[in-house]
Nanobody, 114 residues
Framework: VQLVESGGGLVQPGGSLRLSCVIS????????VGWFRRAPGKEREGVSC????????VYADSVKGRFTISRDNAKNTVYLQMNSLKPEDTALYTC????????WGQGTQVTVSS
């Protein structure tokens, strides 16, 4: 199983980015996927998760109302739309999926700065 993130970059405060996590080696239809982030000097934090069972979604309080997670099972891809970005959103964003083991991508860097 391989997870490949993209879409990160440098953006000004208040701006938007859309991250993508393309999955290969497993059918996304059967799995939940989460986005995590790690900022310099901080522990990894769960950002959002999309469930395969009921299409439910979960968000960290820090991103509620600003971030939206979605999934396209046909494309085996999970997205994270990030709006109203703040400097404190700066981090390495990584997607995660558990099959019979943990599967992590390499991450995509998001930097929010003026």
């Amino acid at each position: 199983v391989q997870l490949v993130e993209s879409g990160g970059g440098l953006v000004q405060p208040g701006g938007s980015l859309r991250l993508s996590c393309v999955i290969s080696g497993a059918d996304l239809y059967y799995y939940s996927v989460g986005w995590f982030r790690r900022a310099p000097g901080k522990e990894r934090e769960g950002v959002s998760c999309t469930s395969n069972s009921d299409d439910g979604t979960v968000y960290a309080d820090s991103v509620k109302g600003r971030f939206t997670i979605s999934r396209d099972n046909a494309k085996n891809t999970v997205y994270l739309q990030m709006n109203s970005l703040k400097p404190e959103d700066t981090a390495l964003y990584t997607c995660y999926m558990y099959t019979n083991r943990e599967n992590w991508g390499q991450g995509t860097q998001v930097t929010v700065s003026s």
